[in-house]
């Protein structure tokens, strides 16, 4: 099983193999983070307030736009 690190640093990441994941679920970042090491993604975790939505190029993104806060993208009311 994979360790998540929520905390990691920069480094390089593929819009064609990198998936972002910005939620406080636990269990689905480990769903995630299982299916990003049986298809050879990488997995980045995103904080809530940061810009990494729009920072860090990726194929897929889960964001929980309740978490992501009003300060990330304006707001996505």
Do not use: H
């Amino acid at each position: 099983m994979t360790n998540i690190v929520t905390e990691i640093d920069p480094g390089p990441a593929s819009s064609r193999s990198t998936v972002l994941v910005i939620s406080p679920n636990i269990q689905l970042i480990q769903d995630v983070s299982d299916f990003c090491d049986s298809n050879n993604l990488n997995l980045r975790i995103g904080e809530p307030d940061s810009p990494d939505v729009i920072a860090v190029p990726y194929k897929i993104g889960i964001v929980d736009k309740e978490w992501l806060g009003g300060k990330s993208l304006g707001g996505l009311d």
